[in-house]
Nanobody
Framework: HVQLVESGGGLVQSGGSLRLSCVAS????????MGWFRQIPDKEREGVAG???????SYADSVKGRFTISRDNAKNTLHLQMNNLKPEDTATYYC????????????????????RGQGTQVTVS
């Protein structure tokens, strides 16, 4: 069973930065397609950023140019660097992984990945 544990959320002022991390309890994340999605209460989940096993990345239009996703296969860790944060970025952010997925066709697919973490809260004031 794959476990994903997120960290790095918190409260930040508008224009500030946060770096989220997700540690996966697997032999290697290299063969997993991974990403981040976020959830605002009473709203649909939104795929934010994804990274395929070959390192190709995808971003939601709302975060392009501000967020950067990266992976450290040696440490089984996924990161999301979030810069120039805005109040509308306030949400619970979830890490997701799926070894069956090769390419991220649409960002919403991240919300249906096989494994997900418990989430970390990001609040931008």
């Amino acid at each position: 069973h794959v476990q994903l544990v997120e960290s790095g959320g918190g409260l930040v002022q508008s224009g500030g930065s946060l770096r989220l991390s997700c540690v996966a309890s697997v032999d290697t994340i290299g063969r997993y397609c991974m990403g981040w999605f976020r959830q605002i209460p009473d709203k649909e989940r939104e795929g934010v950023a994804g990274i395929e096993s070959d390192g190709s990345t995808s971003y939601a239009d709302s975060v392009k140019g501000r967020f950067t996703i990266s992976r450290d296969n040696a440490k089984n860790t996924l990161h999301l660097q979030m810069n120039n944060l805005k109040p509308e970025d306030t949400a619970t952010y979830y890490c997701a992984a799926d070894e069956r997925i090769r390419t991220i066709a649409v960002m919403s697919s991240l919300t249906r990945f096989r494994y997900r973490g418990q989430g970390t809260q990001v609040t931008v004031s």
